[in-house]
C-alpha cells in the first residue's frame, strides 16, 4: 500500500510539475483568446496579467522542483539532509513572492480568490521557513548522536 501511494504522489507531483511549465509557457496565448472571447478585462489589462501570472507560473514550478528535490530525499529513506533544508527555505521564499506578486494584483480586480491566494502562500512560506528550521535542528541533532557512536 505505502508501495503504491509513494508511486501515486510521485506521478501527481511530476504532472503538476510538467504541467506547470506548460499552462506557464502558453499564459500569454490562453489569456489573448479568454480576453477575445470572454473577459473584456483581460483585454484591458492583458500585459499586466501575463506578467503577473507568469512570474507566479514559474515561482510555482520552482516550488515544485524542490518539492520534487526533497521527494527524492524521501525515496531514498535519507530525507534529514542539508539539502532538504536548503529546498524548504527557497520553497518558503517563492511562497511569499507569490503572496507579494498576487497581493500587487489586488488595485487591478479585488477578488475573494486573489485574497484566500495571498493568505494560502503567505502560510505556506511560513510554515516552509519554519520546516526548515525543524529540519536544520534534526539534522544538528542526528549528526551529534552519529558522531558519538
Avoid at 24 to 39: D, E, I, M, Q
Avoid at 83 to 94: C, H
Avoid at 119 to 144: N, P, Q, T
Amino acid at each position: 500500500m505505502e508501495d503504491r501511494l509513494t508511486r501515486v504522489t510521485k506521478m501527481i507531483l511530476d504532472a503538476m510539475y510538467f504541467g506547470g511549465i506548460l499552462v506557464t509557457a502558453t499564459v500569454p496565448l490562453s489569456f489573448y483568446w479568454y480576453g477575445k472571447h470572454f473577459n473584456s478585462w483581460f483585454q484591458k489589462y492583458y500585459i499586466q496579467l501575463c506578467v503577473l501570472f507568469i512570474v507566479s507560473g514559474i515561482l510555482a514550478v520552482l516550488i515544485l522542483g524542490e518539492l520534487r528535490k526533497v521527494f527524492k530525499t524521501v525515496l531514498a529513506d535519507n530525507c534529514f539532509v542539508r539539502e532538504n533544508v536548503v529546498s524548504l527555505r527557497k520553497m518558503g521564499t517563492y511562497s511569499f513572492i507569490i503572496g507579494a506578486v498576487t497581493a500587487f494584483r489586488l488595485p487591478l480586480y479585488v477578488t475573494p480568490a486573489a485574497l484566500i491566494i495571498v493568505l494560502v502562500f503567505v502560510i505556506a512560506g511560513l510554515f516552509s521557513k519554519v520546516l526548515s528550521r525543524v529540519f536544520d535542528k534534526a539534522i544538528s541533532y542526528k549528526e551529534e548522536n552519529d558522531l558519538t557512536i
